[in-house]
């Protein structure tokens, strides 16, 4: 099941057609607020505590359901209303009403046994706030919350997809606390279905937008949440969806969710046998660059290809063959044209290359019959000859960062979801087109937008492992288009594994960590079917 990116007046469509089958808004608020609790828990699993700004509509009662879920694991839960409460909506009072009610499951140390604290705090942002916000701000980021600062976590309820900029008081003034929590606490953001602030349709954002590290979007992404100027406010992108909430699938653009990917992944018969997954070819590394065709090669390798062999040039052959992993062949050339001779299902080409022998690569892309994933120096060297692209005997997937594709098709004035269009209309190619919000293109297909990933990942050897992840899939018979989402969703997920679960930090992670994790993003894709 796909799932599509919806303007505003499309989701309002949508949740009609719900409401016309006796589906009540309550019901839709309660899905919605586990599924956002869910969403929580699922980067921050121990407990914390969880500062809800809350506006009086229906996205503060799933901000307030989503507390509820979380108060009922033992997390310590504070209010701050925008507004009077008796200015908030009847349902939204009655999900606030419900949450003081609400006792955890177990009673956390720092809770009633130290602090003798109820566990939940409402509190009404002072009017005051609407002039001046300089000494609030300060006391706000200055409090002192239970564990360490990365302890908190904020949850973004004021306004939801129907609201525009520019914001006003009260809601200006809550926006400016979040991201002074933000700053000067490392508190987490999560944005509930968008950032207050932000258009949901054309994505341009209020000067005074909440930054979120994280945006929970119920149901479906909304346009504005991928648009190349709102990313640096939506951060990660989490879809929750809603069972009894549909959309017409007939959208240009779709999301990269787990519960869209993971029929991709169907269980391995008990006759299966290593020939039915695929042989895939990396053809990668030079002198000074054989960490790339390592990285290639275990990529592949942990994305469940057959067999994988590794194609390098003599000089570096011994080198290659000492390091590699021990599944892997490494096989030496004296020519790249060699390589039109062997029998692979599915070339993993670029990583790390050099140009010195462009003319037999720009061959081996153009003659190949087989189906090639083409990264890096591969498509440098494609850039002084992109005609090449019309003549290529078998199917090609390209992976490019922005840089690459600035210099196979240049078009800085053009947003990357056009420049991809773009691309994928002028030549019969699918394109995977890095990036903080990857974008994979085909022609004739809806662009889809990846969700997964961190900014660590700003790093070498990342698309090295990409490329061989690619390869990898689409040796299993996974089509291009199928393999790039996929393996765009996974490796993004084992960075955020690796971050959130096993200690690394945006700083520290490396592309070898992904290697580490990719098991662990597999499973927990495959797991969201059940």
Known sequence: MNSPVLSSAQMRSAEKAAFA?????????????????????????????????????????DALVAAQCLRRGGWRIEIRLAFQENDCSELMRKKLDALRGTAAVTTPEWTDQVNHDPGVTILELPAY???????????????????????IV?????????AKPPLREPVRAACRQINQLRQKRSAYVFAVDLPTGLDGDSGKADRDCVIADFTVTVGFAKSGLVADGALDFVGRLEVV?????????QSKELSATPYSLAPLLPRRRFSAYKNQFGRVGVVAGSKGFIGAALMTTEGALRAGAGLVEVFVPEEIYEIVAAAAPMEAMVKPLESYRDLLKEKIDIWALGPGLGKSRAAEILEIIEKTKQPMVVDADGLNILADKISTLKRCKGKRLLTPHPGEMNRLFPNKKESRM??????????????LLKGSRTI?????????????????????????VLTGVCAGLAGQG???????????????RA????????????????????????????????????
């Open 418 to 431: 056009k420049t991809a269009t773009k691309f994928c209309n002028r030549f019969p190619v699918t394109l």
């Open 21 to 61: 089958r006796e589906v009540g808004v309550e019901a839709l608020m309660d899905q919605a607020g586990a599924g956002i609790a869910r969403a929580v828990t699922k980067f921050f699993p121990g407990l914390r505590t969880c500062i809800v700004f809350a506006g009086k509509g229906h996205n503060a009662g």
């Open 495 to 530: 960075a955020e594994i690796a971050i959130f679960r096993h200690g690394a930090s945006e700083a520290s992670l490396l592309a070898r960590d992904l290697l580490d994790h990719l098991g662990e993003a597999f499973n927990e894709l495959r797991c969201s079917q059940i």
């Open 478 to 492: 996974l089509s291009f288009h199928d393999a790039a989402r996929l393996g765009a969703w996974v490796c993004g």
């Open 241 to 249: 969806p809603l069972p009894d909430l549909a959309a017409e699938d």
């Open 129 to 151: 706030l609407a002039d001046s916000l300089t000494t609030s701000e300060d006391a706000i980021a200055a409090k002192t919350y239970p564990g360490s600062a990365s302890s």
């Open 440 to 464: 994979v293109g085909e022609r004739n297909r809806a662009l889809s937008y990846n969700t997964t990933g961190n900014p660590g990942m700003a790093s070498g050897g990342m698309g090295d």
């Open 154 to 162: 904020v949850l973004d309820g004021l306004l939801g997809v129907g």
